[in-house]
């Protein structure tokens, strides 16, 4: 399995961003994707994910900041970040997991993307 994450950038407080991740190696109409981040000296942590059937849940600090969505036709998966805020400044990363929903943990995921850094200027 392996998951390419791009799109990430220097953006201004306020900006928008969008993170991609291209899969391959496993069967992506059946992967729940995880978006997961992680700043220096923290831990990482979840930030959303897309069931297989196209749920997706958002951790709390990215509630209606962002919106991800998936492409099976062509094995991706994105990231839409709005109002971002130096806060989010991290590495992102994408992966997959047999499990769904706002509680998953790194421990919980099968396979990690290599990161995108996300730098947001205040």
């Known amino acids: 399995v392996q998951l390419q994450a791009s799109g990430g950038g220097l953006v201004q407080t306020g900006g928008s961003l969008r993170l991609s991740c291209a899969a391959s190696?496993?069967?992506?109409?059946?992967?729940?994707m995880e978006w997961f981040r992680q700043a220096p000296g923290k831990e990482r942590e979840f930030v959303g994910d897309?069931?297989?059937?196209?749920?997706?849940t958002y951790a709390e600090f990215m509630e209606g900041r962002s919106t991800i969505f998936r492409d099976n036709a062509k094995n991706m998966v994105y990231l839409q970040m709005f109002n971002l805020k130096p806060e989010d400044t991290a590495v992102y990363y994408c992966?997959?997991?047999?499990?769904?929903?706002?509680?998953?943990?790194?421990?919980?995921?099968?396979?990690w993307g290599q990161g995108t850094q996300v730098t947001v200027s205040s």
């Open positions: 897309i069931s297989w059937n196209g749920g997706s």
């Open positions: 992966a997959t997991s047999r499990l769904h929903g706002k509680h998953v943990r790194p421990s919980d995921v099968d396979y």
């Open positions: 190696g496993l069967t992506f109409s059946d992967a729940n």
